[in-house]
């Protein structure tokens, strides 16, 4: 702690004038310590309290539907049912696309901008895909409606021809589908676990990079023997992350994934996810019960994405010794 | 040359193409987005929309002035409560904290970071709206205060930090008090980074929609005061791409191309500022 150890002694010469009231809180050690005390407190008593207000509320649901509650594939307001299954399916398809799209092109261009580009080029497209970060998701939602959407429709014949064995790839496509959502989400994790995966590449110590080259291996070699397992776990920890933040993706899936509460088989049929019932029909849930089961559809989320997060964090930590993303 | 070296050159530059292709894709996807939005957003953005009520359904035409002046208001909200917590915050973890609390409310923030934006909506509905039984501009100013602790924390300590530890101890020889010491020395040595940090953090809040659809709403009309549902810019681009006139998706676009626009300027200031400093925020 940078000058704890120092104590302040008082330096007015005996018989100075008393100190004004402002001077003496400019200088009150205590009120400064209490004050930014209580601010650094409270995020730990919000995170307690968002955790207290989502548990209470849900207590309707909890109570009336127990477990079922997960499993029930039942959702249907105007007679008082409601089970989580379609949302639940939804929110692990659309995120499991996504990760099978994101995770691959995204370690690939880490290892690229960390290891293999040259400087100049590393640092110019580092910070371009640093900005597709900032780009907000309601934005990219309507490109996916507006752009992603009329493009698959030009592709799913050929997909749909060439994959169409599969129960995946089989059934009418509208547009709007688990596809679109998991495509969409595959764009929005691609910054994360670009921009944490290259840092943890870079922490590793030159020396292992040097002894593996000095041993004859290639470029190639040295990155992929030598550099990426020593990143391993960090690497792990952006996947993690990124995991995460697709599971609690609201708008952009909102805008593609079709909102329509069914369990199907295919990619090319519509879906919903946890995020997307609540973002839809929070505002005009009318009655306890119904408002309490989309309570508890954000508790669930808020447990997946806590869990994972709380992983995520520690695997970076061990690694490169920051934990902020 | 071997067969064995000949393969190996090749793996090399083949993996070399393939990893620089994954680069250009996602580096691509930006250059696409902002080109898209340039050309459908600038052609359709016109006086009007800054000035401009939207128009009611089935006539042409109008704007979303009340939406601009909406966004303004809630990130003035945010900025008046919730920057200000997660400053002094960050201020406890660089100057005061012990290891043990410190580490907690690290990892408590980073975790607050992680909430889903939708979860955080709900949790300011049960908070804020329950509480008022309306919708209003201050439910969604809470909303994204509360998402903007976690952020302003973390910068701001790593800024603090970054001051030298010689900073504190010239100031306490002088005479300063601790609090004199961080008020008067530490925290105008970190100035430019903390407030670099702020607007970082503001632009990112500034597109959040999910937790903004149910405690501010949205509104047709001007929202006059802090307690009536306002419009934003974010919830506007939502409520007009799903709807099903294009009248309205011309709107949306401009909406999405101010909105970017906004963002990215400051998003790209901020690096400025920041590489010329030589910190590095993420």
């Known amino acids: ?325 | 040359m071997s067969w064995n070296r000949l393969r190996r050159k090749t793996v090399n530059a083949a993996m070399l193409m393939l990893t620089a292709f994954c680069t250009l894709f996602a580096a691509g996807t930006l250059l696409f987005i902002l080109g898209y939005l340039f050309v459908h957003g600038a052609r359709s953005l016109s006086w009007d929309f800054f000035t401009k009520l939207p128009a009611p359904v089935g006539e042409s035409g109008g704007g979303m002035a009340n939406a601009i002046l909406g966004s303004a208001k809630l990130l003035l909200l945010a900025m008046a409560f919730g920057v200000p917590l997660g400053f002094l915050g960050g201020v406890y973890l660089a100057e005061f904290g012990g290891p043990g609390f410190s580490f907690a409310v690290r990892y408590t923030a980073d975790l607050l970071n992680g909430v889903p934006s939708i979860v955080m909506g709900i949790f300011v509905f049960t908070l804020v709206v329950l509480k008022q039984h309306h919708f209003s501009t201050l439910a969604g100013g809470v909303a994204l205060g509360i998402m903007t602790i976690p952020i302003a924390i973390r910068s701001s300590e790593e800024f603090l930090r970054a001051v030298p530890p010689a900073l504190r101890e010239g100031a306490m020889a002088l005479g300063a008090s601790k609090a004199q010491a961080i008020w008067t020395v530490v925290i105008p040595a970190a100035k430019a980074g903390i407030i670099t940090g702020i607007m970082l953090n503001l632009a990112r809040v500034a597109g959040e929609t999910a937790p903004l659809l149910f405690t501010a709403l949205s509104n047709r009309f001007w929202s006059p005061g802090w307690n009536q549902p306002t419009a934003s810019l974010p919830v506007m681009i939502f409520n007009y791409s799903v709807a099903p006139y294009e009248d309205w998706h011309q709107q949306a676009w401009s909406a999405g191309f101010v909105l970017l626009s906004l963002i990215l300027a400051v998003n790209i200031l901020a690096r400025l500022i920041l590489s010329k400093k030589g910190a590095a925020l993420r």
């Open chain 1, 1 to 325: 702690m940078p000058g704890s150890a120092i104590t302040a002694v008082d330096a007015r010469p005996p018989g100075a004038m008393p100190r004004s009231l402002f001077q003496r809180l400019v200088s009150g050690d205590r009120i400064a310590y209490l004050l930014t005390f209580l601010c650094a407190a409270s995020v730990v008593l919000v995170t307690i309290a968002l955790v207290w207000e989502l548990y209470a509320n849900s207590g309707p649901s909890r109570r009336q539907f127990g477990l079922k509650f997960l499993v029930s594939s039942d959702w249907d307001p105007v007679a008082g049912q409601f089970g989580a299954a379609p949302f639940i399916y939804g929110t692990l398809v659309t995120t499991a696309l996504a990760m099978l799209i994101g995770v691959p092109l995204g370690v690939g261009a880490a290892i690229f901008l960390a290891e293999l580009a040259p400087p100049g080029i590393s640092s110019g497209l580092t910070f371009l895909i640093e900005l597709l970060a900032a780009v907000p998701s309601v934005i990219i939602g309507l490109l996916g409606i507006f752009v992603v959407i009329p493009i698959l429709r030009d592709t799913v014949p050929y997909l749909r021809g060439a994959l169409g064995w599969m129960p995946l790839f089989q059934g009418p496509f509208y547009g709007v589908s688990l596809l679109a959502a998991g495509i969409v989400l595959s764009i929005m994790i691609l910054p994360f676990i670009i921009s944490i995966s290259r840092e943890v590449i870079l922490a590793v110590p030159a020396d292992q990079r040097e002894a593996a080259l000095a041993l004859g291996a290639t470029r190639w070699e040295m990155t992929w023997d030598v550099v990426v397992p020593y990143a391993k776990k960090g690497i792990v920890g952006s996947i993690f992350l990124a995991l995460a933040r697709s599971l609690g993706e609201t708008m952009a899936v909102t805008m593609v994934v079709g909102n329509t509460p069914q369990i199907a088989a295919s990619l090319f049929a519509p879906g919903y996810s946890i995020a997307a019932v609540i973002a839809n029909e929070f505002a005009e849930a009318t009655g306890a019960l119904y408002q309490s089961a989309l309570v508890e559809l954000g508790l669930v989320l808020f447990g997946l994405t806590m869990a994972i997060n709380a992983a995520a964090r520690l695997l970076v930590l061990s690694t490169s010794g920051k934990g902020s993303a």
